[in-house]
């Protein structure tokens, strides 16, 4: 008989020693920038799809003037909204009231149209701030008299006449992302001047022209304060509120204006710590991820050339051979790039689906869409000025 056998238990395998060092560091930081990435979009979604920014008429935010454009609607008054010069000009010279929310990010050639509009119409033109070289093309009588860089209460007086908009106390100075103070003013005759501190005056009118001194009379919030309310609503839509108004917030791709802007002139003052930070955390995981690749190689860049001088020069060239076809496809191809990166549309389609996008969204047939941006031939000057004319007209309506 076999002998039953017995069978030793094995040892225990010794554990796994816990993994930890660069991919674990790896792994927190990825998730770490996942989260904030993550964090923005929310933040983009849950503010909505109105457009934000100084003195817009349709954020409800404190730097915005939702408030006030509300108001005037409800009281009858037939409000637009514009971001292009030539439309604020044609508006003044209807006869409407055009309220300039930025006028000192307006040049020369901006201020030129709209002086010009207002000498040939009926228009009443208000001016949020205006710096003196605004005021040289727009108003010579009126000039600068100092700032206040802190918020002060001012009151109306017996010399203030229709400048007092009927109002008795307001409260002006520095607006939350809009300005860092408010300006005073002073006028010569023909002008009627209110709400005074020292030789200055918080509101000037006469001669077709308002001017406000602080950015708080018109946003969310500082147009509850006092008397700040009476102010704006009767600059903006007269006694009775039944008015034509044009809320011009000038754009910075005007294509009147010779100079546009840099987006860093556009940020929020906010905006740097958040990019410093948001840098901070980019440069960790690029460190933690990447590998040394040996000593950074210096290369001599290519001279640099302005963007407006190329174009000035082969506009220069253009003319010179009268290659007016050549320009024409240019201008078409330029606005068919434009137009279609709006339109989500891709750049390689083809122009029936830059045609099909577009159709939607204007006022032309699909006939005439394709005579503007097909190839038609162009054979005068003329016909090419109102083809650049006619691109501008088609990108404005889709702007809008």
Known sequence: MTAPTTSAAAPAAPAAPERTG??????????????????????????????????????????????????????????????????????????????????SALDAAQLDRLAEARASGHGHLVLVRPSFFVLAHLAPDIRPAGSLKETTSLGADDSCAAASLHAREIRVGPAEDVAKSATLYRAGDGFDACFRHGDGAAVVTGEGVTVLGSATLLTNAGVGDLDNAAVALNALGGDDGASALTWYVPSPTDP?????????????????????????????????????????????????????????????????????????????????????????????????????????????????????????????????????????????????
């Not at 934000?52 to 454009?69: M, N, R, Y």
């Not at 909204?81 to 309220?99: H, I, K, P, S």
């Open 22 to 103: 660069p991919r674990a560091s790896t792994r927190v930081l990825t998730v770490a920038l996942a989260l904030v990435v993550l964090a923005a979009v929310l933040v983009v979604a849950l503010r909505g799809t109105f457009r934000d920014g100084p003195l817009e008429p349709a954020a409800p935010t404190p730097q915005g003037s939702k408030a006030v454009a509300r108001v005037l609607e409800r009281e009858g008054t037939d409000l637009e909204v514009r971001r292009y010069t030539t439309d604020a000009a044609q508006a003044l010279a209807e006869g409407r009231t055009v309220l300039v929310t930025d006028p």
């Open 256 to 400: 009147l204006a010779e100079e546009h802007p840099s987006l860093l002139d556009r940020l929020p003052d906010f905006a740097l710590p958040l990019a410093l930070w948001a840098c901070a955390i980019i440069l960790a995981v690029l460190l933690a991820l990447s590998r040394r690749l040996g000593p950074v190689v210096v290369e001599p860049l290519p001279v640099s050339v302005r963007a407006r001088e190329l174009t000035v020069g082969r506009a220069h060239l253009l003319h010179r051979a009268d290659a007016r076809d050549a320009a024409a496809r240019s201008l078409r191809a330029r606005t068919a790039v434009r137009l279609a990166s709006r339109l989500g549309v891709r750049r390689e389609g083809r122009l029936d689906a830059l045609i099909a996008a577009l159709a939607p969204h204007t006022s032309l047939a699909p006939e005439q869409l394709r005579t503007l941006l097909g190839p038609t031939p162009v054979r005068s000057d003329q016909e090419l000025l109102r083809l650049s004319e006619d691109l501008d007209a088609l990108e404005k309506e889709i702007d809008r």
